[in-house]
């Protein structure tokens, strides 16, 4: 048995589980845990299985465009990384934006947190939750009876509607098309829900689908495209000409009321269907709030959403910034992302190296210079591992600490920081969920907590948008149409060497982007992402990361079937993609259980 | 009324030949026009965004890097039914909801193209991180743009050479002859994956 420094007794002694690929999350990650005589968790790892080398492509190239590249990192927050990267180029080169790129910006932000909080929750986690199979056997009258007790303002509540809906999965399900929900464990007793719940959230699954169609039409209209909406150093690449009827890619009267209507039906469906439906699932899965991990302990927010443009101080950010260590919720640490004494990488458990073991670079001085080896305990060969070998290398992800301590990162970590600092939005929000599903504060450091602190979250980053299109257009009538500045477009206008950073709140938590530029061209680029945060492996000093922390201690009804395991790693809503690379043996998709 | 065509390129154009299908629309728009049915898209590696696209479609046609075991280069033509089977095959997908659960998404929701037709090139070299198509497998566009040509007359709709619209692809600075021209060298760069998985190189 060993203890943390961060608190956690491992123990290898029981039955190794290995959950390879973990699925329905973006990118390749590999999960092995022990579990104890009574099926508990005791000991977790976590290994993402893909190299990251997206510093290593942008040098040489024109900091510019650097915003094209990361986009294509990450098959979901594209946009989220364009932001970052833009902003870390303009803070190297002392760029400042119009008011209205600021607006403008931060309502795409806030859309794209809409809209991956509304896709994670019904079309990557809620089967973690629910069980559609189950849909089959409910009654669509009390379906019915059940949707408009949790939410009388839901248009969408009839027997029939549901009756037509439980047939449509019927029919899908019975051409053997189960496609979608595949790979489920749906008799496993870790699903609670009763036959009504399970078709009222799975017919919220089709509305979902339908709606963040819709969501993403925002990124068209600003970015000129999705995917891969076009981004600009200085500000929007969108004109705005509100006069003009058919200029093309110009922001006029039609298409601001398309983002107003827009706006609309994600507020309409955050307050009608998905914070009903968190609260009423929550309440059949209260009893089970296992997997808090770091959230009680050490928890890591950079803040984003400035009130006004190139103003990152933290009172004039909506999503708030601190740091949390050692559970005291009484101190909120500001955080410094150039501070070289806070944040930093670690390699000595990742298959990189730095030269010297045990050090930590901050990311400006960050090298990704990779190291692929295997422990001496591992089980396996080098192209079939049975079993990693913690105690030596064993993940492509760095481990990136803040003042050496491992954090979480992501809405339940902002929505901690926020509750903390007394933000008044969050609060109430969240002293009004507590009293719904009748828990204690406690109760939010759990999986179901994330779960529901992005539920929230989506919720008030749907009325931020609404507050940031009025001051657009408010600003718009006002007579400033302006939503770039090029005075230092021109590379000749730059200094010769220039360092810089970019923040955001990306949906999964704190994304940061540190560039140096010397010459015009990009000489040292790094990304420390949200999962590699959560995902990150131990440190020097033994500390588990977010993912690790969050499995330990939790029961498994089942060890062959990793319901739990998913449940919780899916509730970071985790992206391997970006945090690292890619590898597939034979294309396997389908996750294997193996229980040693 | 013609039918509504979208010719999508997938994959992700940072590792080497995963970007053949997104190379393809490029070389598509840039030597030929269509009319206003026939929408051109580079879908990269997204997945549920691709959902407008597909609803708006009546016809699919979709250029990607697909493992079928082949000689590098080869092309592989799959229609209607076997397209799905096959795109769940593939050995790369830097998605868990792959362009397979797109259209079995679709498929639920009623709206997916009735014709689909999938052109496939077998990758030669995928885990080089910031490379370009291999030659072997850059040769293979415009053989692959010949059967979407071919088929889209069949279909009724002729393509016009000249320039065609643009405005759903790839940001000029990361189109295939700038991303590749503007490479760091391999000093400056790493550029190997990971070992287990590099036969012959581990």
């Given at each position: ?19 390879d690929?973990?699925t ?10 022990n ?11 976590s ?10 492509i942008?040098?040489?190239r ?10 294509r ?56 939750w ?22 009388p303002s ?9 009756r ?41 699954y ?11 039409k925002?990124?068209?209209i ?23 009827t ?5 922001i ?9 209507s ?17 609260i ?13 991990g ?10 984003d ?36 004494e806070?944040v ?13 073991p ?24 080098r ?19 803040w ?68 001051k ?15 005075a ?64 330990m ?5 089942r060890p ?37 | ?10 994959g ?6 995963e ?9 598509l ?62 050995k ?17 929701m ?10 496939g090139c ?11 198509l ?13 059967v979407?040509l ?5 279909w ?19 189109r295939?002859?700038a ?5 760091p ?12 998985f590099?036969?012959?190189r581990?």
């Open positions: 048995m060993t203890m943390t420094p961060n608190g956690y007794d491992l123990d290898t002694t029981g039955r190794r589980i290995v959950v690929p973990v329905r999350i973006e990118g390749h990650m590999r999960c092995e845990v579990v104890d005589d009574e099926g508990v968790i005791r000991n977790a790892v290994t993402g299985t893909m190299w990251r080398g997206l510093e290593v942008l040098k040489g024109d900091p510019r465009d650097a915003w094209a590249f990361t986009e990192i990450c098959g979901v927050c594209t946009g989220t990384h364009a932001l970052t990267s833009v902003r870390a180029v303009e803070d190297a080169l002392g760029i400042t934006i119009p008011d209205n790129a600021n607006s403008i910006r931060n309502i795409m932000q806030l859309n794209l947190q809409v809209h991956d909080h509304i896709v994670h929750f019904y079309h990557l986690h809620a089967l973690d629910v069980n559609p199979v189950n849909a089959l056997r409910a009654d669509p009258k009390a379906t019915s009876e059940l949707q408009q007790a949790v939410s839901h248009p969408l509540s009839s027997p029939g509607y549901f037509d809906v439980q047939n449509r999965l019927r029919k899908f399900v019975e051409s053997g098309q189960l496609g979608l929900f595949k790979n489920g464990y749906w008799d496993n007793p870790a699903y609670k829900l009763p036959p009504e719940a399970d078709l009222m959230a799975t017919t919220h089709l509305e979902a689908l339908d709606l963040q169609k819709e969501i993403v925002v990124h068209t600003f970015g000129g495209k999705n995917p891969h909406p076009n981004w600009l150093v200085g500000g929007v690449p969108c004109p705005i000409n509100v006069h003009s058919g200029a093309v890619g110009a006029n009267m039609e298409r601001l009321n398309m983002v107003s827009i706006i609309d039906l994600c507020n309409e469906f955050n307050r009608n269907v998905y914070l009903p439906d968190v009423a699932i929550g309440g059949f899965y209260k009893g089970w709030l296992h997997g808090g770091l959230s009680s302990k050490s928890v890591l927010a950079y803040g959403i400035p009130e006004h443009p190139n103003d990152f101080s933290p009172g004039q950010l909506y999503l708030p910034r601190g740091a949390i260590i050692n559970g005291n919720l009484g101190e909120v640490h500001d955080v410094d992302v150039r501070d070289p806070q930093q990488e670690f390699v000595d458990h990742s298959w990189y190296e730095y030269g010297t045990g050090q930590g670079l901050h990311p400006w001085d960050g090298v990704t210079e990779p190291r692929f080896e295997l422990g001496p305990n591992l089980k396996g060969t192209t079939n591992i049975k079993q990693i070998d913690e105690a030596a290398k064993y993940s492509w992800i760095k481990a990136p600490r003042r050496g301590h491992a954090m979480e990162v992501g809405p339940l970590a902002r929505y901690v920081v926020g509750y903390a600092k007394g933000h008044e939005d969050i609060r109430n929000q969240v002293d009004g969920l507590l009293r719904a599903l009748d828990v204690p504060f406690d109760a939010v450091f759990s999986t179901l907590g994330r779960t529901a602190a992005r539920a929230l979250e989506s919720e008030y980053c749907g009325r931020l948008q609404k507050y940031f299109f009025d657009l257009v408010q600003n718009i009538k006002n007579g400033d149409e302006s939503t770039a500045n090029i230092k477009w021109d590379p000749s206008t730059w200094p010769r060497e220039a360092k810089g950073v970019g923040m955001t709140e990306a949906p999964r938590g704190a994304l940061g982007h540190w560039i140096k530029v010397k010459d015009g061209r990009i000489e040292n680029y790094q990304c420390v992402v949200p999962t590699t945060w959560n995902g990150s492996p131990r440190d020097t000093a033994g500390n588990i990361g977010a993912f690790e922390a969050s499995l201690n939790t029961p498994m009804e062959d079937e990793p319901v739990e395991i998913l449940r919780t790693l899916h509730s970071f809503d985790p992206c391997l993609a970006c945090s690292t690379h890619v590898m597939s043996p034979e294309g396997a998709e389908l996750t294997t259980v193996k229980v040693r | 009324m013609p039918p509504r065509v979208l010719i999508l390129g997938i992700n154009v940072l590792w080497a030949d970007g053949f299908g997104v190379r393809c629309v490029e070389r728009a840039a030597r030929w026009s269509f009319p206003d049915c026939v929408t051109l898209l580079d879908g990269g590696t997204q997945g549920l965004y691709l959902l407008p696209f597909l609803e708006d479609a009546d016809r699919l046609i979709v250029f990607d890097a697909v493992d079928y075991g082949l000689a590098p280069g080869m092309l592989k033509i799959v229609e209607d039914d076997a397209v799905p089977a096959f795109m769940g095959a593939r790369m997908s830097l998605h868990q909801t792959g362009f397979q659960d797109v259209i079995a998404t679709a498929q639920l009623g709206y997916c193209p009735e014709r689909l037709l999938l052109i077998q990758p030669e070299e995928l885990e080089d991180y910031g490379g370009g291999r030659d072997v497998v850059a040769a293979r566009i415009d053989p692959a743009i010949a979407a071919e088929r889209l007359r069949g009724g709709i002729e393509a016009r050479a000249g320039q065609g619209d643009e405005r759903l692809l790839a940001d000029a600075a990361i295939q002859d991303y590749e021209a503007g490479r060298s391999e000093e400056a760069a790493c550029r190997v994956g990971d070992a287990r590099l036969p012959g581990g």
